[in-house]
């Protein structure tokens, strides 16, 4: 190899590869050895001269890292502070003339640098340049920072490629004497920073992909509970909401009632598939989770029940409200009418007279005319016969006890009291006739005791006054009727709401007790395991307990509902589906291999395909680092509740992932940067 002394006069052969100082000598005929002589100028002259004088200037690896660190300036920027004592000691006044000594002198040290280094001179010098492209994307220098949070691979990888491209061009334009030759330089050092800056984020991306499975596995078996936690917290920014919003949707939750809401749930789905997986393996963890889901649904319907019963404000069963509202009635009946039975006015009640009059005279002239009837009218004979038994001896009894009622020496009660107590008989009387189903009877005592109620209400106030509260306590007992029908029939909701919506306040009311008492029983009958609160999401069901929750409570039982369904599918994610993954995590936790058992059971069936795809999922786990004691602590996570896991905690959790996330990320585009940038900074200025 040539002395670096020859590019100031020596000589070298050219064809054969003789270091770097190769790039001074004259170009010949390639192939053809030939010795060629070079003639330093005299600044390269003067700079042999002075190296020769002190014994040869330090040029070793420091050199090479400075000036791959200062972007391959430290030599033109070396010699610019040089360039005043160089005017003293050449006796000029010209700056530029001193500064050609002085670059001579720097170039030299850097030539000899390069040739005393090699290779290992030349990764310093990367990396030096590599520290500083770093340091430079620290500081924000950088096409980096404008762009988008969740920027893809191949942005990053342009934003990577400017960076190079400018850290390539600046350093080869540090290279060289003259505009032209920097000027080269500077175009293939923006090319080599293009080529290596856009390759960087995807070798880099690719290194983090194959080093994953040994670093989860190195930080799951050194710490499970921070690896467990950093899965949670990607969990949570999988979610999309913040941990203040998880925090809140569970403190909610415990605050109206449902207190075994967890995190797992709060999450959705991200929460849901985690807390499968932790029921899918062997271990704590996995028997933690079971008895939790398990239990927890058992208490459903229970759940659901109290938040039926405090959405639609009844506490009792329709019956119950029922009894209740029939006992008030009547006592307050009792109270309202006892005036009335002490007044003394006279009253008119011919009408109800002439009503049981004419009810039993009719067949008495039928009966009359089936004596004088022809013997041959026997279908005539006939009909009058059916009537008379329709209106026989039961009716005509009845209706005569009626009349009695209302008799007086006139055929006219003397006064209310007397006429209210008529009234009080024929009621009674008619309820009886209703309870035993006497339906006819009932149609004749029906308008008798109307007239009698309008006669006594023309007559009376109070028991105008009296007859109507006691009316409108039936209209609301009818309201809870109306409910439970309602409630237990599959109509439209707009024809259900059109018939709820004239009741007053308290017929309302009685409408809930009665509407919700069928949705609390389908509650309560429900199976083990089925999800209660299904039937209350179809958009007909929420059309009607919107309209029909007690004022102010809608809101929440549309929540209470929507939790309980949340809850029953994280349960049927994480416990739900085959039994063949409950079966081999059986088998994995009596110490039998998953891939034995897999490739037995598949090789009878004749699944040989299966057997290997058995093998291969068992074995993912201790890749991915997802041990049993990661998996344990996953799930005293993901099982926490509102009353347990405060938002500063969950805060904590994801800031101290982010952070380690962001760090690693940093880490990784300042190496990226660093590595594209050292070669960059090497590429123009090697072959000088």
Do not use: C
């Not at 000594?101 to 390069?114: F, T, V």
């Not at 429900?526 to 009607?544: H, I, L, V, Y």
């Not at 589906?577 to 009878?604: F, Q, W």
């Amino acid at each position: 190899m040539g002395a670096p002394w020859e590019a100031y006069g020596g000589t070298a052969t050219e064809g054969v590869p003789s270091g770097p100082w190769d790039a001074y000598r004259a170009p010949s005929q390639q192939g053809h050895p030939t010795k060629v002589t070079v003639t330093p100028d005299k600044y390269q002259q003067a700079a042999q001269e002075e190296d020769k004088a002190i014994g040869g200037a330090d040029a070793g690896f420091t050199r090479r890292l400075a000036h791959g660190a200062t972007l391959g300036a430290d030599t033109t920027v070396l010699a610019g502070l040089e360039t005043p004592l160089e005017m003293i000691k050449r006796g000029t006044l010209n700056p530029a003339e001193a500064y050609k000594y002085a670059k001579a002198r720097e170039d030299l040290i850097m030539n000899k640098s390069r040739e005393n280094t090699g290779l290992a001179g030349t990764l310093t010098e990367a990396l030096g340049g590599g520290i500083s492209a770093g340091g430079l994307a620290n500081a924000g220098v950088t096409a980096g920072r404008y762009l988008p949070q969740g920027a893809s691979l191949l942005q990053r990888a342009g934003a990577s490629a400017l960076d190079a491209a400018g850290i390539g061009g600046v350093s080869g334009a540090m290279e060289g004497n003259g505009l032209a030759e920097r000027g080269e330089n500077a175009v293939k050092g923006a090319g080599i920073g293009v080529a290596t800056g856009f390759l960087a984020p995807p070798v880099i991306a690719l290194a983090k992909i194959l080093a994953t499975p040994i670093t989860s596995q190195l930080l799951a078996r050194a710490n499970p509970k921070e690896f467990a936690q950093a899965q949670v917290a990607r969990a949570i920014q999988e979610s999309g909401l913040s941990p203040d919003e998880v925090s809140l949707a569970m403190i909610q939750a415990h605050n109206e009632g449902q207190g075994v809401f967890t995190l797992a749930d709060a999450l959705g789905n991200p929460g849901q598939r985690m807390l499968s997986t932790v029921a899918r393996s062997p271990g704590e963890g996995r028997t933690a989770v079971v008895e939790a889901m398990n239990s927890r649904q058992g208490d459903q319907g229970r759940r659901l029940t109290g938040a039926l019963r405090e959405g639609f404000e009844a506490p009792q069963t329709a019956e119950q409200t029922r009894q209740g509202m029939v006992a008030q009635a009547r006592q307050e009946a009792g109270v309202n009418y006892a005036p009335v039975k002490a007044e003394t006015q006279p009253i008119d009640v011919s009408g109800a007279v002439g009503l049981a009059n004419k009810r039993i005279s009719p067949a008495a002239d039928k009966l009359a005319n089936i004596q004088g009837a022809p013997a041959t009218d026997l279908a005539a004979r006939a009909t009058i016969e059916r009537q008379e038994s329709v209106l026989g001896d039961p009716i005509r009894s009845a209706l005569k006890k009626a009349r009695s009622y209302l008799a007086a020496p006139t055929l006219t009660s003397s006064n209310v009291g007397q006429a209210f107590r008529a009234k009080t008989n024929i009621d009674q009387m008619i309820a009886s006739a209703t309870e035993s189903k006497q339906g006819a009877l009932v149609a004749e005592l029906v308008p008798i005791r109307e007239a009698l109620d309008q006669a006594l209400a023309r007559t009376s106030g109070k028991y105008g006054s009296a007859r109507d509260a006691y009316k409108l306590a039936q209209q609301r007992i009818e309201a809870l009727d109306l409910g439970k029908e309602l409630g237990s029939k599959s109509i439209r909701p707009e024809d259900a709401i059109a018939q709820f919506n004239p009741l007053d306040a308290e017929a309302k009311q009685a409408f809930r007790a009665g509407y919700v008492d069928p949705q609390i029983s389908q509650v309560q009958n429900a199976a083990f395991g089925t999800n209660k609160a299904r039937p209350f999401t179809s958009d007909a069901t929420k059309q009607e307990f919107n309209a029909f929750a007690a004022p102010g409570k809608a809101d929440l039982l549309q929540r209470q509902i929507g939790r309980e369904n949340t809850m029953f599918e994280t349960r049927n994610q994480a416990v739900g589906g085959s039994r063949t993954a409950e079966n081999l995590n059986d088998d994995a936790a009596m110490a039998i291999s998953p891939e034995v058992v897999g490739v037995l059971k598949d090789v009878v069936s004749g699944n040989i395909g299966g057997a290997i795809k058995t093998a291969i999922a068992a074995g993912k786990n201790g890749l991915t680092g997802n041990t049993a004691a990661v998996r344990q602590h996953v799930a005293n996570l993901l099982l926490q509740s509102g009353k347990n896991i405060p938002a500063a905690k969950m805060q904590g959790m994801v800031d101290n992932v982010l952070r380690k996330a962001l760090q690693v990320a940093k880490l990784a585009e300042s190496a990226g940067r660093g590595v594209s940038g050292g070669v960059a900074v090497t590429g123009p200025g090697q072959k000088r």
